[in-house]
């Protein structure tokens, strides 16, 4: 019960719908996501379960994979076609070549702006609550990393492209920018989260069919198994100690169980990052 899933969500959905379903399933209220899906997105869901959760920020680093479909000649106010429609342009030309340019001129990165309506805070207040009483207020930008980009599919007024992006990257406001751009109105239409680090969508459920991956499945770092008790009995109690491992981060193991997450400090100590309490 403690540990991470991998769930393929559905469209029309929210995140916090799918973790509200999976925490009756297993009846557990310990239970949070590693980077929200809008209800329009499918794809990739990590779901952190018990002492899991401690795992969020970790995962939440990773970078991600998405496949996306963009709507041509229409923009609306959150950037995907759920929205209101605030322009639309039927007397556009684009081209493959051209549109193959401006995609990867957003690579490596550039300076993004945060989407007016999302869940992120300005002065304790969510964007969208702004948005919904008509306030005025400064929006967040944010350097973000665009590692990969290929068209995948060009039509008379749509395409879809494959991207690989930074953790806090939004595609909804990737694609507005693109057709800013471009110099075209251009809103998202279909959206499938893929990778997120390690994990695939090919290795996900269907919440009917869950698995727990247990945390020491989960994590890709280096990990010790304790040998000694002196040792032991400074993990438990949370000290520094020497790294005689050369490794930035490592999981600390006994009889196979995850104990500890260390991570290397300024002074090139392992110094506790995170301690399990497994049942």
């Known amino acids: 019960m403690d540990g991470i899933i991998l769930i393929d969500k559905e469209k029309n959905v929210t995140s916090r719908d799918v973790c509200n379903q999976v925490s009756k399933i297993l009846n557990t209220k310990k239970i949070g996501h590693t980077g929200t899906l809008d209800p329009l997105a499918t794809g990739l869901l990590i779901l952190c ?12 680093g990773h970078d991600k994979d998405y ?6 000649g229409i923009k609306t106010d959150t950037y995907d076609i759920t929205g209101k429609v605030l322009e639309k342009c039927d007397d556009f030309h684009l081209t493959k ?17 945060v989407p007016l309506y999302s869940a992120i ?19 967040p930008e944010h350097h973000v990393e665009i590692k990969k980009i290929e068209l995948l599919e060009f039509n008379n007024d ?27 109105p251009m809103t998202m239409e ?23 991956i247990p945390i020491i499945d989960a994590l890709d770092i280096p990990k010790i198994e304790i040998d000694n008790d002196i040792l032991y009995k400074k993990i438990i109690n949370g000290n520094k100690i020497d790294n005689l491992y050369q490794c930035d ?11 500890a997450i260390y991570k290397k400090s300024e002074d090139e100590y392992l110094k506790l990052y995170r301690m399990f309490h497994i049942s």
């Open 249 to 259: 981060e490592i999981l600390f193991t006994k009889d196979n169980i995850p104990i």
């Open 67 to 72: 496949i996306a479909k963009v709507k041509v």
């Open 121 to 139: 805070k300005v002065n304790g207040k969510k964007l969208y609550e702004y948005a919904r009483n008509n306030i005025k207020v400064d929006i």
């Open 190 to 212: 279909e959206l499938k989260r893929t990778r997120i680090g390690n994990f695939h969508l090919d290795d996900a459920e269907d919440i009917d069919n869950i698995k727990i």
């Open 158 to 184: 749509s395409f879809s492209f494959f991207v690989t992006v930074s953790s806090g990257t939004y595609i909804r406001s990737l694609i507005n920018d693109i057709g800013e751009k471009i110099n075209i």
């Open 49 to 60: 379960v018990n002492e899991g959760c401690k795992l969020q920020e970790e995962l939440m």
């Open 97 to 113: 070549d051209e549109l193959i340019k401006t995609l990867n001129s957003f690579v490596p990165g550039y300076l993004q702006k």
